[in-house]
């Protein structure tokens, strides 16, 4: 209870968080969390530091974490050049070729 209150006096009343979120620190997440890391090696119950720190990365890869800023944008409402197939007209191309005859 301790270590929970002082990590609400960092984060929370210093403003760098808004809220705790206490349920994800319980025992079951925390479980969770090491049966993910031990799956990824394995299940060797004692990883070394190279093993949980690849292990961890590949867990924040998979995860399905998007931030509220950053220099990405979503592709769905990105707008795609289209380029049309169709051929000109014979009389637009005749008019193209006499502006190029004459240059």
């Known amino acids: 209870m301790?270590?929970?209150l002082g990590i609400y006096e960092q984060y929370v009343k210093t403003e760098k968080?808004?809220?705790l979120l206490t349920y994800?620190?319980?025992?079951?997440?925390?479980?969770l969390f090491f049966c993910f890391i031990r799956a990824r090696n394995g299940w060797n119950n004692t990883p070394s530091p190279l093993q949980?720190?690849?292990s961890y990365k590949r867990?924040?890869?998979h995860a399905d974490v998007s931030g509220s800023t950053g220099n990405c944008r979503v592709l769905e409402s990105t707008?795609?050049?289209?380029?049309?197939?169709?051929?000109?007209s014979k009389s637009n191309r005749f008019a193209r070729y006499q502006r190029c005859k004459k240059t």
């Open 2 to 4: 301790t270590s929970m």
């Open 17 to 19: 968080l808004r809220y």
């Open 24 to 31: 994800k620190c319980s025992r079951d997440h925390l479980e």
């Open 52 to 54: 949980f720190s690849r």
């Open 59 to 61: 867990l924040l890869l």
């Open 79 to 88: 707008s795609i050049l289209s380029v049309s197939i169709k051929t000109p």
